[in-house]
């Protein structure tokens, strides 16, 4: 997919987290993390831009998304630990889980496409595809855009009606 069918992919794998964290009443990192999975979603093509790195190779798979989990998840520790080992817990809790689904959506996205991915590399190069859709399919980019725009819509409409109303 290109970029937009990314950040739909993003907001809509995000979504039920947003949602979960606006039940909880923690509303800033429902944002943050919203905000952080959009910064995400193109991360993984910037294998195109590296040498010697092919497309859809090591920044396509479940170990990159875990390697950015555990970066984010670091950072989360590093910005938390001033104010506690609870609040770092929660702060690394919280960077790994948008690390992982911020790069998970990317994948999603790109399994669609008669390319593929294969996810599990190092320990398989199995390519999986669906074959749904080429990546620059304009519609299909934003059918997919549209859906994580929805989606956050409906999660802010559940958890936080008060936010829809003028």
Do not use: C, E
Not at 71 to 82: C, D, I, P, R, Y
Not at 103 to 119: C, K, N, Q, R, Y
């Amino acid at each position: 997919m290109y970029r937009p069918g990314h950040y739909g992919a993003a907001l809509l794998v995000y979504a039920p987290l947003g949602l979960a964290l606006l039940l909880v009443d923690a509303p800033g990192l429902a944002v943050a993390g919203g905000a952080l999975s959009l910064a995400l979603a193109p991360v993984p093509d910037y294998d195109q831009r590296v040498p010697f790195v092919s497309h859809r190779g090591v920044t396509h798979t479940l170990l990159f998304a875990a390697v950015v989990g555990l970066a984010l998840g670091g950072a989360g520790w590093l910005v938390g630990s001033a104010n506690g080992v609870g609040t770092a817990t929660r702060l690394a809790a919280f960077g790994v889980v948008v690390g992982l689904t911020g790069i998970v959506s990317h994948l999603l996205a790109d399994v669609v496409t008669p390319a593929g991915i294969a996810p599990f590399w190092p320990l398989s190069g199995k390519n999986y595809t669906l074959g749904l859709t080429r990546a620059d399919n304009t519609l299909a980019n934003y059918l997919l855009l549209a859906l994580g725009v929805f989606a956050v819509a409906f999660v802010v409409a559940v958890a936080r009606p008060s936010l829809l109303t003028v």
